[in-house]
């Protein structure tokens, strides 16, 4: 058996700022009252024409295959996840196969929302830890932006979320000290309308039935979050899931040397860091600067930890998600 190591990392973001005080010429809310709740100054959008999910995720990709050494041509697979593709069907990573100019590989597309990376990440783990492929490309990219009822009415959701891609290249790592030591993953589906996009959807409302019914009061097609109570499941399943891995590798939590939280809200990774008693340099955030960028947060937020010097060799990683499904997932890593 093997294990996976993370060779390469890049991410990508729109050039578009979008501030807290730009929203409020469009929203009835101010700058005050997003950061209280949320901790987000601001987030980016892309400008339609220019950016997609699956060229966002492309371009992250460029910068992570570059990063790693490994050439295209010795890539065995694709995992991208996302809950914003291009198309409703096919998903993007066959586009992504397509537009990276890979050979005719497998592309596995994961419809976890803001765990979706950490779910990415260990589908090509057991790949890589049976031996069935040695170079995988697993891409998290998100746009929000032209999804969101951006209007007063939706503005609990709207000014959370914001556009952007992040990629890492695992490969087949010999020495089993070193890499992905576990993932752990949860989910909990009788909650699933406490966070929820439910049209269009096949088993509701399909696109026929909100152009016959033409509708401008029909909410089902934004986004609908219940805040409070995905705050109050958040704090406890992200406290769950890293204990769970951090037993599972015999480790406390003084050997973490980087947290790394899917970046939903500021107020949860603060009051997470709290519970265990981490020091601000053991726990990485930049919702500040992009807003949630689902399936995309982890990976961009890994990779600009890991530029900024802040995780070195040896260290141990933790990688942490809660959101709609509910589902939740843990990565542990020994850099």
């Not at 746009?143 to 990629?167: K, N």
Request: glycine content about 10%; aromatic content about 8%.
């Amino acid at each position: 058996m093997y294990h996976s190591k993370i060779t390469g990392l890049g991410f990508y973001v729109p050039d578009n700022v979008v501030t807290n005080d730009d929203l409020s010429k469009v929203i009835d809310t101010n700058d005050e009252w997003i950061q209280e709740r949320t901790g987000i100054q601001e987030r980016r959008h892309i400008i339609p024409g220019e950016d997609t999910t699956t060229s966002m995720g492309v371009k992250a990709a460029e910068i992570a295959i570059k990063r790693s050494g490994v050439a295209k041509e010795d890539i065995d697979f694709i995992v991208f996840a996302t809950l914003s593709p291009d198309y409703y069907f096919p998903g993007p990573g066959v586009l992504v196969q397509r537009d990276l100019g890979l050979k005719t590989i497998g592309a596995l597309d994961v419809r976890n929302q803001c765990s979706g990376f950490i779910y990415a990440l260990s589908v090509a783990d057991q790949y890589i830890k049976t031996g069935m492929y040695k170079n995988i490309l697993v891409i998290g990219s998100e746009v929000h932006s032209s999804g969101l009822d951006m209007t007063s009415r939706g503005r609990g959701v709207s000014v959370i979320f914001g556009d952007g891609a992040g990629a890492a290249l695992l490969s087949r790592e010999e020495d089993l000290t070193k890499g992905i030591l576990s993932t752990h993953l949860h989910s909990e589906g009788q909650h699933a309308e406490e966070l929820i996009l439910k049209a269009p959807g096949m088993g509701g409302r399909w696109v026929s039935d909100i152009l016959a019914d033409n509708d401008p009061e029909d909410e089902s097609y934004y986004p609908h979050m219940n805040g409070q109570f995905v705050f109050k499941n958040a704090v406890v399943r992200f406290s769950e899931v890293i204990n769970e891995g951090l037993k599972a590798n015999n480790l406390e939590v003084s050997d973490i040397d980087m947290l790394i939280p899917h970046q939903a809200n500021l107020r949860i990774s603060q009051f997470i860091q709290n519970k265990f008693k981490l020091r601000d340099d053991q726990v990485f955030n930049n919702i500040q600067k992009y807003g949630n960028t689902t399936a995309a947060s982890i990976p961009i937020a890994l990779t600009e930890a890991w530029e900024q010097g802040k995780i070195k060799p040896g260290d141990t990683v933790v990688l942490a998600a809660f959101g709609s499904g509910f589902t939740w997932a843990s990565a542990i890593i020994k850099w």
